[in-house]
């Protein structure tokens, strides 16, 4: 659902829909998922308008990020554990992609030098203090404080991988990414991603975070969820599920092949009409 808010965002305002595979977490990755995801793509007719890119194959990127930011003395290394984090924070902090956080605010604890006799497991970038607001086309307008509700947070583990709100800060610049539309589930890790972009003297984009979908127990749909693959639906079913996706994005129905369903939605896409929050995902 969110490639196709994308698309349309995309199309509307005369741009460019750029399909990046952010693939990071080898020691999560499903073999062929990437594939899958692209295969799936294009049965709805959301092909990118570039070539793809593969974020496990910009690490010199990353590298070069990490070194501006070290430059500038806002990167650390951290020897915590995230059961130590989990035992002296005092609240939760927001859920995050890929596990990179602690479960808990950062307390602070390395950010004066790591313990004697400690290696370090993470860089974290020492998040700025003071409020930072932006305004989100679906969910108007947003603020956080990362330096009291997240803490310092982290962008590269010790064992190499880079996490994900650097990746995408140093890819979004680099691909010239104007306005970035996503699920609603990565709302609350904007606020980095802009302390990240301010550091690196690089611009933000405008942000459109789209409805969560879940199932009846609230719980996000995908396949861990009972949710089928996309290669397994027929093409009268690839058909009712992206007029499903329109339909959860607040938009008219409309019927015919996917590039046709596409063309018609966008004639009439209005993002006012996009839901907040999370929807209950309808039957295909």
Same mark, same amino acid.
């Given at each position: 659902?969110?490639?196709? /808010?994308?698309?349309?965002? $995309?199309?509307?305002? %005369? /741009?460019?829909?750029?399909?990046? @595979?952010?693939?990071?977490? !080898?020691?999560?990755?499903?073999? %062929?998922?990437?594939?899958? @995801?692209? !295969?799936?793509?294009?049965?709805?007719?959301?092909?990118?308008? !570039?070539?793809?890119v593969f974020q496990t194959r910009r690490s010199a990127l990353y590298e070069a990020a990490c070194g501006a930011l070290r430059h500038r003395g806002l990167l650390f290394p951290c020897a915590c554990t995230r059961a130590e984090l989990a035992r002296v924070a005092s609240a939760p902090a927001p859920d995050d992609p890929g596990d990179e956080e602690p479960i808990s605010i950062y307390p602070g604890t390395c950010r004066s030098g790591l313990p004697e006799g400690r290696a370090a497991r993470c860089l974290r970038f020492r998040a700025p203090a003071g409020p930072i607001l932006f305004e989100d086309a679906v969910c108007g307008v947003q603020e956080q404080d990362v330096a009291a509700e997240v803490g310092d947070f982290v962008v590269?583990? $010790?064992? /190499? +991988?880079?996490?994900?709100?650097?990746?995408?800060?140093?890819?979004?610049?680099?691909?010239?990414?104007?306005?970035?539309?996503? %699920? /609603?589930?990565l709302l609350s890790s904007t606020a980095r991603q802009i302390a990240l972009q301010r550091a690196l003297s690089l611009p933000t984009p405008r942000y459109a975070h789209l409805p969560v979908v879940v199932g009846p127990d609230g719980a996000k749909l995908g396949k861990r969820a009972g949710a089928l693959p996309l290669d397994s639906l027929d093409e009268r079913r690839v058909r009712a599920s992206l007029s499903a996706a329109l339909s959860i994005l607040g938009q008219w129905p409309?019927?015919?092949?996917?590039?046709?369903?596409?063309?018609?939605?966008? &004639?009439?896409?209005?993002?006012?009409? @996009? +839901?907040? %929050?999370?929807?209950?995902? +309808?039957? &295909?």
């Open positions: 659902m969110a490639a196709v /808010g994308a698309w349309l965002f $995309a199309r509307q305002a %005369g /741009g460019e829909f750029l399909v990046r @595979i952010e693939d990071l977490d !080898r020691a999560r990755e499903v073999k %062929g998922s990437a594939d899958e @995801i692209l !295969r799936a793509l294009g049965r709805f007719g959301l092909e990118s308008d !570039r070539e793809v590269q583990r $010790a064992d /190499g +991988p880079f996490a994900y709100q650097l990746a995408v800060v140093v890819d979004d610049a680099a691909q010239g990414v104007t306005q970035v539309v996503r %699920g /609603g589930d409309v019927d015919g092949a996917p590039n046709q369903m596409l063309a018609q939605a966008l &004639v009439r896409f209005d993002p006012a009409r @996009i +839901p907040k %929050g999370s929807v209950q995902a +309808p039957a &295909v």
